[in-house]
């Protein structure tokens, strides 16, 4: 299962980067973005670093001048090239950093025969985390695409037509509830541990925010009307200029990873921030469900596009769950470091690899980030 877990996440990858050229590959279009060589080369690292290197006798780096270009945030791993630069690093090549996957795959084969328990729970995170670079590498490079006044495609195929069941809300009792990962299987250190949640009676969507109800928020003012929204949100409209989610057209599409096409208004609404998930839930007579709202109820009957469209913004803090303890070791870094000023996402999007995602899974972003597969469902 771990061999061909490992296989197909690492075949996926390259999948993923076989469209783009070597100079698409090399942009980044924002500090909080990575070019896809970069998600490349730093998803091989972590294996190099973390499994192959104190698990594999007389494995030989790659190349002891790249940790330092490929490491990300691990401050117990050595110094690191700066996060909004990576877009400078021509070198290595595009050629260069798939032979650097090789080297490294190679040497995976090698070690999963002889692996110990430890050197094989840590390849399984590292396909997990590499699931996660996969999706950042399509938003990452969707953002730099929007960024170029052709508007190219990342691939040329028509969206596919979403057909939502009508809004109904569904109705949770409330009480008290197990919160988290607890069974069998994987789960990030920061789904757990599994506690109790008391929770009051609540009713939440059946299904997503559409773009033809988000649109009838815009039409309505909800940009001009700062009543509507949290300060911060205000702020950043006003500084940012934000009209519209973020790759809506002035021309009324929508520019996504098929380029421009027309706006579909059955299509769950994306691309939108914290503040303006509040503001149209604020509009709406309605809000964002807490995350244990979210993962309580989304075993309900009839909960739908829980985890194959959009993101899911919430209106609970990234914070530790009760009793959480980060790691020993590098590992540790992982998540619990960035508990704090972001806000916790559910479900899964359109991006989300096919068996990433779970009920409990807690994605977690900046309240002003818009460059995602971020949507709405309300809540009351």
Not at 111 to 132: N, R, Y
């Amino acid at each position: 299962m771990l061999t061909e877990l490992l296989r197909a996440t690492r075949a996926h990858s390259l999948a993923l980067a076989a469209p783009l050229t070597a100079e698409d590959a090399q942009l980044q279009s924002m500090p909080d973005a990575s070019p896809a060589k970069w998600h490349l080369a730093h998803t091989t690292w972590f294996f190099e670093t973390l499994v192959l290197t104190p698990y594999l006798n007389g494995y030989r780096v790659f190349d002891e001048r790249w940790p330092r270009l490929f490491n990300s945030y691990y401050e117990s791993l050595g110094p690191r090239h700066a996060r909004p630069q990576r877009g400078l690093l021509s070198r290595p090549t595009l050629a260069e950093v798939k032979a650097y996957r090789a080297h490294v795959d190679a040497a995976l084969w090698d070690l999963l025969p002889q692996a110990p328990a430890e050197a094989l729970a840590l390849i399984e995170l590292g396909c997990h985390h590499e699931q996660q670079h996969q999706e950042l590498l399509l938003t990452d490079i969707l953002h730099a695409f929007s960024c170029n006044p052709l508007l190219p495609a990342y691939y040329t195929r028509a969206p596919a037509r979403v057909y939502p069941p009508a809004q109904a809300w569904l109705r949770h009792d409330g009480g008290i509830n197990d919160i988290g990962h607890g069974g069998a299987g994987f789960a990030f250190d920061n789904e757990g541990p599994r506690h109790a949640a008391l929770l009051a009676p609540f009713e939440i969507s059946n299904r997503l925010v559409t773009c033809g109800e988000y649109a009838d928020f815009i039409e309505a003012g909800g940009y001009r009307e700062p009543l509507l929204w949290l300060s911060d949100g205000w702020a950043a409209v006003q500084a940012q200029g934000w009209q519209r989610p973020a790759y809506w057209l002035e021309d009324g599409q929508v520019f996504g990873l098929q380029g421009p096409h027309p706006m579909d208004p059955d299509a769950p609404v994306m691309q939108l921030s914290f503040y303006e998930a509040c503001a149209y839930a604020e509009w709406a007579g309605a809000r964002l469900p807490t995350e244990f709202e979210w993962e309580t109820a989304c075993g309900l009957p009839g909960f739908a596009q829980a985890a194959d469209q959009a993101w899911q913004w919430t209106r609970s803090s990234y914070a530790p769950y009760p009793g959480f303890k980060p790691a020993a070791g590098a590992v540790g870094e992982y998540n619990g470091k960035f508990m704090v000023g972001q806000q916790v996402l559910r479900g899964g999007s359109l991006a989300t690899p096919a068996g990433h995602a779970r009920p409990t899974y807690r994605n977690f972003f900046p309240p002003a980030a818009r460059w995602q597969f971020s949507g709405v469902r309300l809540a009351r």
